[in-house]
């Protein structure tokens, strides 16, 4: 951690006052900023690849692009002790049951950055019989990352993205993150291999369906909306007259007297500008 | 005195495949016949004399070595599912290609796994993605899918969830764009998921877990060692998620002591279905999908897919050959992805043998460089999709600018020919001597490595294992010299090869291929000065061409070993927009064959160094 980082400036956030002499030596702050200050500078992520945005997942830890600026060399190859898994690549039937258990081991708080276009919605590989399209499809995601695979840079892109999404986390609404709620949160369900793969929240989706294909009725495929051609839209007699309200607009007799007062600030700026640089 | 019985057989062994087909028609009358199909080629075996028509292939007819053996499903032109069998000669030559049918219903074949053992794994997955039953294989389950799995999904008429259409582009994009909607919005579960029609929840049971252990034996069992100490077996799950299993491969393990008594590859948890999606695609909608099966040496996977297509449109009348030009480049991107990929495959075997990182880091660093030049040349740093039907995508650019890796702000810029000139003659090789001296003498190194995990050369050959596993073995075969392809017959290079085919002969084979790597692309660098300015691709280039009807098997030596596209097309005398069968002989996965075979009786703790020393990459092997 830099020297920058540990400057109290950093966590200072309140609106109470200071006195001048203990700036610098005395901080006061809110409770969620300080964790969220400590969490987001030390996010270790899961040694952890799929496929080939594993790849670029350690190109982005090696020397040239060195994830270990932002605090997050430290790559625990056990979910017990990583705060965040990088789902670098795509994710498949076989695999999600392993994915879903590490996220079960892993403690709160946790975080899910997907990498690159398999992990965010099954990429090229979508139609595939034994490709989840998407690991939102089982588990949260906190930030998606596109690419295929996503360069160094847009990860590291995305795991700023996710330092922010931490600085804005608070403790004192519940609902904002589970593990500053009450009580333990519940563990994601763990899919099961059977046929294919079973998602243990559907079952009752799936036994109504059974039932349906007992029948003899159709079953599976859902009818989709009609396609609705995009039809260029005919002005109406209200868009028409909302076109020509600027004229209206341009007419206003308060424009002069504004005109005159940003001229004045502006020469204001000008003089202050003018006096510094002397 | 000369044995005159002795001699013909001789011949018989280098003859050409065509003189082979001719003696297996004479030999087994009415049990082989030719493919007479309009570009096949090769035999067509009764199964009942399959195992005996194999066995000859290989002692009489010197065809020591299968590459690759894969189904097609023939559903509309015969109903039968094909079994084809690709067998080389490890003194080089091209195939002889033999093949056996089976009816769709209750499809069984004799099994090969007794002629040669290489054909175990890939006949698994035969099994599993066609539903062929072995006979006599030793452990017919599923490989890439889970036991239990509905169906066998690379048949014909097994649609996926998210099917919409047999052939892509798919009508809903198309011509107009209007009626878009993402797959998930038809099914019900919104999930590509699909289940039988009478699946019944109460009944459902997860085998997929207690199957794997089968083999190895839980039950407890006790042993008495060589100094009599008893022990009882112990059974140890490495992977899918492991540091050291070089992605989401997984290990079961049984233990007697510290020794292996049986190691079980389990694979399949990157299976992503490269070939059914291969099916829909179009000949060129394949080529990116090529990059993702061994990400770390897209370029080579390029070239190969671009070979096997370039076969089959030489069947055709309007084909022309690639340009010269396109062929120096493709040489040059080839022979830099061996580089990168050894760089990446050392770094990481010294990763495993606890040497943590610093070495990988190292190695790495001069692979970014190459990576620059990939960017630059193809817009990508590693899915290139760089290699075309007659050529390349584009030509090498005049300079070198690299927004992405920019330095204080500012742009890097480097004419291009003088930034290859001074990577390949001054930077690499000089990189590659230092790593040379930080490692190979290293005591660690040196005790982990050496007799541990030997593979002799007879057994690599039966494993069909290829690449620096079946080179360090002692064997040298290279497709760049057994069967030439592109410009490599006019370049001066050695085959590398090890004696003793433990992990320290595939390591110094794979450091001398980088040297003999380096010595091709200096014979490369005057060849694109030569070239510059001529066409990079031949012909009038086709979004969707017409391939002629028929079969190839286009193969390249890439970094990990022999990679092979078995590509069909089939079903349209006047040629087919999209294959019928597209396959992928992947070096990875058929090396994995010889992993159990070299850890048996190993030590656990070298279990991560053996895997290692394959260089697999899991991309490739579940595909």
């Known amino acids: 951690m830099s020297s920058k980082e540990l400057d109290l400036k950093h966590v200072h956030d309140t609106e109470f006052p200071l006195p001048a002499e203990m700036q610098g030596n005395v901080a006061v702050t809110s409770l969620s900023r300080i964790y969220n200050w400590s969490r987001r500078s030390s996010m270790w992520p899961m040694l952890f690849g799929l496929a080939c945005c594993a790849i670029?997942?350690?190109?982005?830890?090696?020397?040239?692009?060195?994830?270990?600026?932002?605090?997050?060399?430290?790559?625990?190859?056990?979910?017990?002790q990583s705060d965040l898994m990088i789902v670098s690549g795509?994710?498949?039937?076989?695999?999600?049951v392993p994915i879903v258990r590490l996220y079960n081991q892993m403690p709160e708080p946790k975080y899910i950055l997907a990498m690159g276009a398999c992990a965010s919605g099954?990429?090229?590989?979508?139609?595939?019989?034994?490709?989840?399209?998407?690991?939102?499809?089982?588990?949260?995601?906190?930030?998606?990352?596109?690419?295929?695979?996503?360069?160094?840079?847009?990860?590291?892109?995305?795991?700023?993205?996710?330092?922010?999404?931490?600085?804005?986390?608070?403790?004192?609404?519940?609902?904002?993150?589970?593990?500053?709620?009450?009580?333990?949160?519940?563990?994601a369900p763990i899919p099961i291999l059977g046929p294919d793969i079973i998602d243990p929240r559907q079952m009752d989706l799936i036994r109504r369906q059974a039932e349906l294909a007992a029948r003899g009725e159709p079953t599976y495929v859902r009818e989709l909306p009609p396609v609705v051609k995009k039809v260029k839209a005919v002005p109406s007699k209200v868009t028409k007259a909302a076109a020509a309200a600027p004229a209206e607009i341009a007419e206003d007799p308060r424009r002069e007297e504004i005109l005159k007062r940003r001229l004045a600030a502006l020469a204001r700026k000008r003089a202050r500008d003018a006096a510094k640089a002397n | 005195?000369?044995?005159?019985?002795?001699?013909?057989?001789?011949?018989?062994?280098?003859?050409?495949?065509?003189?082979?087909?001719?003696?297996?028609?004479?030999?087994?009358?009415?049990?082989?016949?030719?493919?007479?199909?309009?570009?096949?080629?090769?035999?067509?075996?009764?199964?009942?004399?399959?195992?005996?028509?194999?066995?000859?292939?290989?002692?009489?007819?010197?065809?020591?070595?299968?590459?690759?053996?894969?189904?097609?499903?023939?559903?509309?032109?015969?109903?039968?599912?094909?079994?084809?069998?690709?067998?080389?000669?490890?003194?080089?030559?091209?195939?002889?290609?033999?093949?056996?049918?089976?009816?769709?219903?209750?499809?069984?074949?004799?099994?090969?796994?007794?002629?040669?053992?290489?054909?175990?794994?890939?006949?698994?997955?035969?099994?599993?993605?066609?539903?062929?039953?072995?006979?006599?294989?030793?452990?017919?389950?599923?490989i890439l899918l889970w036991e239990g799995f509905d169906g066998h999904p690379m048949r014909k008429d097994w649609k996926e969830a998210y099917y919409e259409d047999e052939l892509k582009p798919f009508d809903s994009r198309w011509p107009d764009g209007g009626g878009v909607h993402r797959s998930e919005e038809k099914n019900v579960f919104g999930k590509n998921v699909r289940y039988p029609a009478d699946f019944d929840l109460a009944k459902l049971t997860d085998i997929s877990e207690e199957s794997l252990y089968k083999m190895a034996g839980v039950d407890v069992e006790m042993h008495a060692m060589d100094d009599g100490v008893r022990t009882d077996t112990l059974v140890v799950n490495m992977g899918p998620h492991h540091p050291?299993?070089?992605?989401?491969?997984?290990?079961?393990?049984?233990?007697?002591?510290?020794?292996?008594?049986?190691?079980?590859?389990?694979?399949?948890?990157?299976?992503?279905?490269?070939?059914?999606?291969?099916?829909?695609?179009?000949?060129?909608?394949?080529?990116?999908?090529?990059?993702?099966?061994?990400?770390?040496?897209?370029?080579?996977?390029?070239?190969?897919?671009?070979?096997?297509?370039?076969?089959?449109?030489?069947?055709?009348?309007?084909?022309?050959?690639?340009?010269?030009?396109?062929?120096?480049?493709r040489v040059l991107m080839a022979e830099l992805t061996r580089i990168v990929n050894h760089l990446w495959s050392i770094g990481f075997l010294l990763n495993d043998l606890g040497a943590f990182f610093t070495p990988m880091l190292y190695a790495n660093n001069e692979r970014e460089k190459i990576l620059d030049f990939f960017e630059a040349a193809s817009g990508s740093r590693m899915m290139c999709n760089y290699m075309r039907f007659g050529g390349v995508f584009k030509d090498i650019p005049e300079r070198i600018k690299s927004m992405a890796?920019?330095?204080?702000?500012?742009?890097?810029?480097?004419?291009?020919?003088?930034?290859?000139?001074?990577?390949?003659?001054?930077?690499?090789?000089?990189?590659?001597?230092?790593?040379?001296?930080?490692?190979?003498?290293?005591?660690?190194?040196?005790?982990?490595?050496?007799?541990?995990?030997?593979?002799?050369?007879?057994?690599?050959?039966?494993?069909?294992?290829?690449?620096?596993?079946?080179?360090?073995?002692?064997?040298?075969?290279?497709?760049?010299?057994?069967?030439?392809?592109?410009?490599?017959?006019?370049?001066?290079?050695?085959?590398?090869?090890?004696?003793?085919?433990?992990?320290?002969?595939?390591?110094?084979?794979?450091?001398?291929e980088m040297r003999e790597s380096l010595r091709i692309l200096r014979q490369i660098l005057p060849r694109l000065e030569q070239t510059k300015g001529e066409p990079i691709v031949s012909g009038t280039q086709a979004y969707s061409p017409r391939v002629p009807p028929g079969e190839s098997y286009g193969r390249v030596e890439n970094p990990k070993g022999e990679l092979g596209y078995y590509v069909v097309s089939y079903g349209d005398d006047k040629g087919t927009q999209n294959p019928w069968r597209y396959h992928v002989r992947a070096p990875s996965f058929i090396n994995l064959t010889a992993l159990g075979p070299m850890t048996r009786g190993m030590k656990i703790a070298d279990v991560v160094t053996i895997l290692g020393s394959i260089d697999i990459v899991l991309g490739e092997t579940d595909r």
């Open chain 2, 405 to 512: 890796t920019m330095v204080n702000d500012r742009v890097r810029d480097y004419d291009t020919m003088q930034f290859l000139s001074q990577m390949i003659n001054e930077r690499l090789p000089r990189f590659i001597d230092e790593y040379d001296r930080y490692l190979t003498e290293n005591e660690i190194l040196r005790e982990r490595c050496i007799g541990v995990g030997v593979l002799p050369a007879e057994d690599a050959i039966n494993l069909s294992a290829v690449g620096p596993l079946l080179r360090g073995s002692g064997v040298a075969y290279d497709v760049r010299r057994a069967e030439p392809y592109s410009i490599y017959p006019e370049l001066d290079f050695d085959i590398v090869v090890g004696k003793n085919g433990d992990i320290f002969d595939r390591y110094a084979v794979r450091m001398q």
């Open chain 1, 122 to 187: 099954g990429g090229p590989f979508k139609e595939g019989y034994n490709v989840v399209s998407g690991i939102d499809k089982y588990l949260p995601v906190d930030v998606y990352v596109p690419g295929c695979p996503p360069t160094p840079q847009a990860l590291l892109y995305g795991l700023i993205a996710l330092q922010k999404k931490i600085d804005g986390q608070s403790l004192a609404n519940l609902d904002d993150v589970p593990w500053y709620g009450v009580g333990p949160s519940e563990p």
């Open chain 2, 244 to 329: 050291s299993t070089h992605g989401v491969f997984r290990m079961i393990i049984s233990l007697n002591g510290e020794s292996i008594n049986t190691l079980e590859p389990v694979m399949g948890y990157l299976h992503r279905n490269h070939e059914k999606i291969g099916e829909r695609n179009t000949y060129l909608m394949n080529m990116p999908y090529t990059d993702r099966l061994d990400y770390l040496s897209s370029m080579g996977n390029n070239l190969g897919y671009a070979i096997a297509v370039e076969q089959l449109m030489a069947l055709g009348p309007r084909y022309s050959p690639p340009t010269y030009r396109a062929e120096v480049i």
């Open chain 1, 90 to 96: 795509t994710v498949t039937k076989k695999m999600i």
């Open chain 2, 1 to 142: 005195m000369v044995d005159h019985a002795a001699e013909p057989v001789e011949t018989l062994k280098t003859g050409t495949p065509e003189d082979a087909a001719a003696y297996l028609l004479e030999k087994f009358p009415g049990a082989v016949s030719a493919d007479t199909r309009p570009g096949f080629q090769g035999v067509i075996v009764d199964p009942a004399k399959l195992v005996e028509v194999a066995q000859t292939i290989k002692d009489e007819l010197g065809y020591d070595f299968l590459s690759s053996a894969t189904a097609v499903d023939y559903l509309g032109y015969g109903d039968h599912l094909e079994m084809v069998y690709h067998a080389y000669r490890i003194s080089g030559g091209t195939a002889l290609n033999f093949k056996a049918q089976t009816d769709r219903e209750n499809a069984k074949l004799p099994s090969l796994v007794g002629v040669w053992r290489g054909a175990d794994f890939q006949e698994r997955e035969a099994y599993d993605l066609y539903g062929i039953h072995f006979d006599g294989h030793p452990n017919l389950k599923r």
């Open chain 1, 56 to 80: 670029e997942m350690i190109g982005t830890a090696a020397s040239r692009f060195d994830l270990s600026r932002f605090g997050m060399e430290v790559m625990r190859a056990t979910p017990r």
